[in-house]
């Protein structure tokens, strides 16, 4: 090779490295705030181990939040791009048109849900309800429980003393006995469990008639600039959703994947593989069925924002919710797999 070639080499693997380099300087400079809650699901294992990261080549500020209504406040504000929510804060936003899609259910809910009673509270059956105090956090899955549940035993909800506290909240209430009961996730509701009973979870609530699920959301100008973004963290997240159901038993106690959820939630380890049990975790190809994404969600906004207005927690409902939910990205992520 000649001087004149070998400079000339150089100057091009220069500026191919420099436009290498200025491709993944873009990408990384490129953020997306996604917020979370301490949920027991398998996408946290993917978010401690950087998997969206590496498939979307964005960074993520992953914020941590402890109630849907809260998720929901920094989602319409902008603050947060793409969030997890419950069914109940969901069908409120939508209900107040706050500008989102629903793009994967992240879990229907079961026993991980519960309304759970001190055993110093003297409650015993449902009708003890009466005049104890209940915490809650307002406008969440569980407050839309709690409200069906009395509704089915026939008590008047304004015979309890229901008290809007957040799951940290409830945790430092009930060690401090301020309150008689609370319906609330984990890890709130483990710690609870140790000194209390379970009056009734979500799963049979939903028997009754109120089902409630939890779901990623995304703001509508977000997933109409960054759709790639978005597909990228739903086949991500239905990737670590069926690891999981491929082989449960691999995520036991001792696990890596027991020790990351653990982590990001607060739970303990050894209570993870049956905290995993409290829902009903559907796959990608489940995701687009006629009873999730591709109808059965819409219908299932639209009753809980229907129970809500009964119960004047929204001032009016939409004649139509089709618009707050797509399986554009779980069928985009199925193909592409």
Known sequence: MTNITRRAALAAAATLALTLNSGVSFAADKTVVIGYQTSVEPSKVAQASGEYEKATGWKIDWRKFDSGADVIAA????????????????????S??????????A??????????????????????????????????????????????WNIDSKSVQILNLRPPEIAAAWERGDIDGAYVWDPALGKAKETGSILVSSKQVGEWGAPTFDAWIA?????????DVVKQ???????????????????????????????????????????L?????????????PALLGGGT???????????????????????????????????ATASR
């Open 298 to 332: 819409v219908k299932a906004i639209a009753d809980a924002a229907a129970f809500l207005k009964e119960q004047g927690k929204v001032p009016s409902v939409l004649p139509d919710y089709s618009a707050y939910v797509t399986k554009r990205f779980v069928t985009e």
């Open 75 to 94: 989602l319409a504000s902008g603050d947060v791009q793409i969030g997890y929510v419950g069914s109940s804060p969901l069908a409120a936003a939508a």
């Open 96 to 105: 107040r048109e706050v500008p989102f899609q629903t793009i994967f259910i």
């Open 219 to 227: 703001r509508n100008d977000f997933i109409e600039k960054n759709s």
């Open 233 to 275: 963290f739903v086949k991500v997240t239905g990737k670590a959703y069926e690891a999981y159901a491929k082989d449960p038993s691999a995520w036991d106690a001792k696990s890596k994947q027991a020790a990351d959820i653990a982590r990001l939630t607060g739970a303990k380890a050894e209570e993870v593989p049956a905290l």
């Open 277 to 289: 049990t409290g829902y009903h975790l559907p796959g990608l190809t489940e995701q687009a069925s």
């Open 107 to 152: 879990g229907l809910i079961g026993d991980s849900e519960a309304l759970v009673v001190s055993n110093k509270s003297g409650i015993k059956e449902p009708k003890d309800l009466a005049g104890k105090k209940i915490a809650v956090p307002f406008v969440s899955t569980t407050h839309y429980s709690l409200l069906a549940a009395l509704k089915h």
